[in-house]
């Protein structure tokens, strides 16, 4: 159980496009799901927190307008990256805290990753 | 500001042995702590969670005790495998949101 996917799991586009990156909780539902980003040999850092039904939270630095959060369902948010650049390319992983009665578990379930480089 | 430090960055050991990863973390008000591996180019596995008032939790042969008023975990690792090489990152919980180490890159030699 408490499944996570990405799609796609890798993607190459050219500068000035926008990539949409979906993240599913397969059998579980999710009121919170987070997204976060890995530079090669750095650790993960979150980007933004990611709300069903209202706005996602983001972290200091990152550009909310550039890094577009949507969370339409309880299983479904996405993150689009609009008019990317190359130093955006990097490493994207979400991940899901299931509902449990209700509630929130405060354990984060992660997906395997989206890779996207930017030409 | 909560800074989780992993000590060493890298490490390699021999087939078999026991092995200890250390995590530091500078604010000790934390929620849980976990463990999780990274191969390359994936994602994360969890492998442990400690909530903040226990002191220790183990899964196979692996084992990470808490010791949240000096602010360290230790991962560690027994008869180790080749298999178990991989990125081993620490995460700490002060609410919702984790606040990933910097990682020990492990190495198995066969």
């Known amino acids: 159980g408490a499944v996570v996917s990405q799609h796609p799991s890798w993607v190459i586009c050219k500068s000035g496009t926008s990539v949409k990156i979906e993240c599913r909780s397969l059998?579980?539902?999710?009121?919170?799901m987070f997204w976060y980003r890995q530079f090669p040999k750095q650790s993960l850092m979150l980007m933004a927190t990611?709300?069903?039904?209202?706005?996602?939270?983001?972290e200091q630095g990152v550009e909310k307008d550039k890094f577009l959060i949507n969370h339409a369902s309880l299983t479904l948010s996405t993150l689009t990256v609009t008019s990317a650049h190359p130093e955006d390319s990097s490493f994207y992983i979400c991940?899901?805290?299931?509902?449990?009665?209700?509630?929130?578990?405060?354990?984060?379930?992660f997906g395997p990753g989206t890779r996207l480089t930017v030409l | 500001k909560q800074e989780v430090t992993q000590i060493p960055a890298a490490l390699s050991v021999p087939e078999g042995e026991n092995l200890v990863l250390n995590c530091s973390f500078t604010?000790?008000?934390?929620?849980?702590l976990q463990w999780f591996r990274q191969d390359p180019g994936k994602g994360l596995t969890s492998l442990l969670l400690i909530q903040s008032s226990q002191r220790e939790q183990t899964s196979g042969r692996l084992n990470a005790s808490l010791d949240k008023s000096s602010g360290r975990s230790t991962l560690y690792i027994a008869a180790s495998q080749p298999g178990d090489s991989a990125t081993y990152l620490c995460?700490?919980?002060?609410?919702?949101?984790?606040?990933f180490g910097t990682g020990t890159r492990l190495t198995i030699i066969p």
């Open positions: 995460a700490v919980t002060p609410a919702e949101k984790l606040t």
């Open positions: 059998d579980f539902q999710a009121t919170t």
């Open positions: 604010d000790s008000a934390i929620y849980n």
């Open positions: 990611s709300n069903e039904g209202s706005k996602a939270t983001y």
């Open positions: 991940s899901a805290d299931p509902l449990l009665s209700g509630r929130s578990t405060d354990t984060q379930y």
